[in-house]
C-alpha cells in the first residue's frame, strides 16, 4: 500500500517531498501547497491540486496517496447523532485491522465531534463500556487527525461538498464540526505525544482550523501529564471525576488509587492558563445510589472551591452488562440545583445517541459484534428516557 499524507505535519510533508526529489529550496511553497489541498480543501485526488505542476502530480501519485482509513460502518441516530466505525490499516504485515469509535453531535450553536486517541483503553473504569475492552495500541497522530477528516468528509463540509443529508444548508452554518474532544475511546494522556502532534495539525489556522479554545482534551486523571498538556497544547482541559471520595472513585476510576483526588486537584489549580474565562469542565456520572446523593454534590461544591471550573452532570448511559442504573430525574436536578446556587455552571448533558452506543461512556469498537437481544435492550433504554 502507498503511504497517506493524510495527517503528517509540515516536517514530514518536506521529507515526502524530499523523498521524491523536490528540491530543497522549492519545498517551503510545496508544502504550503499540500497543506492547502490536504487540509483546507479536503482534498482526495492529486489531481485536484491544480497550482501544483503535473510532474509533480505525478511523482506524488507514484508513491503517497490521500487515503484515509476505511469506514467500517456509519450509524445515524435518531437524534441526528453520527457514528463511524474506524477501521485502521495494520501496522506490520500479517497483522489484522483493528477499529476505533468517532461521534458526531449536532447543536443548535455547534457541532461536536469526539475522537478516540486509543485502541481500547488502559483504565477499566467500571461505569465505562471502553472500559471492558483491553488496551491495543495507541492511535498514531496521523489516526487521530483522520477521524476529523473522516468526518468532514461525511458530513461534506471542505469548500464546494455537497452537504450531507440531515445537516445544515450550506448558507445555515458554515462549519459543521466547531468543537473538538478527545472524549471517545483511550486515555488521551497515555498517549501524550501523538495526541499534541494531531492537536497542533487540527489547530493549524491554514488547514483544519479548528482553535485550541475550541479542542477540549480529557483525562481520567494523569496528574503528571496534565501541566505538561497545558504547556504543549494550550487546548482546554477535562476531568472525568465522578465521585467525591477516594474510597468511591478508587472502585469506579481504578487510577485514582495512584493519583488520588487531592493530588488530582492540585494538578488543576496549577493548569496552566486556568482562569474564569478558561474554566475546567469537571465531568460527573450519575449513578443511581452510588454518587448521587445531596451530601455528595455539597462535598463536589467543597472540593472545587477556588478552581475555576464547570460541573458537566451526565446522566448514565446503560449498556450491556453493566451493574448501574441511571440516577432518577428529580435526584439529578436536586444535585445540579445545589452546584448550580454554589456558583457553579452545572448543565446536565442531554444524552445523545442512546440508540447507536454512541452516548457518553458507551464507545467501544467492537458494538458490531452486539447481539440482537442486546440492541433490542439498549433502544429500549433509550426510549424510556
Given at each position: 500500500m502507498k503511504r497517506s499524507l493524510i495527517g503528517l505535519d509540515r516536517a514530514q510533508l518536506a521529507q515526502a517531498l524530499a523523498e521524491i526529489g523536490v528540491p530543497e529550496h522549492a519545498r517551503k511553497m510545496r508544502v504550503s501547497q499540500l497543506w492547502h489541498w490536504i487540509y483546507f480543501r479536503g482534498a482526495r485526488d492529486f489531481d485536484e491540486m491544480s497550482n501544483v505542476s503535473k510532474d509533480i502530480r505525478a511523482q506524488l501519485a507514484e508513491t503517497f496517496s490521500l487515503d484515509r482509513p476505511e469506514v467500517a460502518v456509519e450509524q445515524v441516530s435518531n437524534d441526528g447523532t453520527r457514528k463511524w466505525l474506524i477501521r485502521l490499516p495494520a501496522e506490520t504485515a500479517g497483522e489484522k485491522p483493528h477499529d476505533v469509535e468517532a461521534v458526531y453531535i449536532p447543536e443548535s450553536d455547534r457541532g461536536t465531534l469526539c475522537i478516540s486517541s486509543q485502541v481500547g483503553c488502559t483504565l477499566s473504569c467500571t461505569f465505562c463500556h471502553t472500559g471492558t475492552q483491553r488496551l491495543v495500541r495507541n492511535l498514531t497522530a496521523a489516526e487521530i487527525v483522520s477521524q476529523v477528516m473522516i468526518a468532514r468528509d461525511r458530513l461534506g463540509e471542505w469548500p464546494g461538498a455537497t452537504r450531507a443529508e440531515g445537516t445544515a444548508a450550506e448558507g445555515e452554518a458554515p462549519r459543521l464540526v466547531t468543537n473538538i474532544v478527545f472524549m471517545g475511546m483511550g486515555e488521551p494522556l497515555y498517549n501524550f505525544d501523538h495526541v499534541t502532534n494531531a492537536i497542533s495539525i487540527i489547530a493549524d489556522g491554514e488547514g483544519i482550523g479548528i482553535g485550541k479554545r475550541r479542542i477540549t482534551v480529557s483525562t481520567s486523571g494523569v496528574v503528571p501529564e496534565i501541566g505538561r498538556l497545558g504547556d504543549a497544547?494550550?487546548?482546554?482541559?477535562?476531568?472525568?471525576?465522578?465521585?467525591?471520595?477516594?474510597?468511591?472513585?478508587?472502585?469506579i476510576i481504578p487510577l485514582n488509587r495512584k493519583y488520588p483526588i487531592k493530588v488530582l486537584l492540585d494538578a488543576c489549580r496549577n493548569y496552566p492558563g486556568v482562569s474564569n474565562a478558561r474554566r475546567i469542565t469537571f465531568e460527573y456520572v450519575m449513578l443511581k445510589g452510588v454518587n448521587d446523593s445531596e451530601k455528595d454534590a455539597r462535598d463536589l461544591v467543597r472540593l472545587l472551591k477556588g478552581i475555576p471550573a464547570k460541573i458537566n452532570l451526565i446522566p448514565f448511559?446503560?449498556?450491556?452488562?453493566?451493574?448501574y442504573e441511571c440516577s432518577d430525574w428529580d435526584t439529578i436536578e436536586r444535585f445540579s440545583e445545589i452546584v448550580f446556587k454554589a456558583g457553579y455552571a452545572s448543565p446536565v448533558r442531554?444524552?445523545?445517541?442512546?440508540?447507536?452506543?454512541?452516548?457518553?461512556?458507551?464507545?467501544?469498537?467492537?458494538?458490531?459484534?452486539?447481539?440482537?437481544?442486546?440492541?433490542?435492550?439498549?433502544?429500549?433504554?433509550?426510549?424510556?428516557?
Open positions: 497544547s494550550g487546548t482546554m482541559l477535562a476531568i472525568s471525576l465522578h465521585a467525591v471520595r477516594d474510597e468511591l472513585r478508587d472502585e448511559n446503560p449498556w450491556p452488562g453493566t451493574k442531554k444524552p445523545r445517541g442512546r440508540d447507536i452506543l454512541a452516548a457518553c461512556g458507551q464507545l467501544k469498537s467492537e458494538t458490531q459484534k452486539l447481539s440482537a437481544r442486546e440492541r433490542m435492550a439498549l433502544r429500549a433504554m433509550a426510549m424510556t428516557d
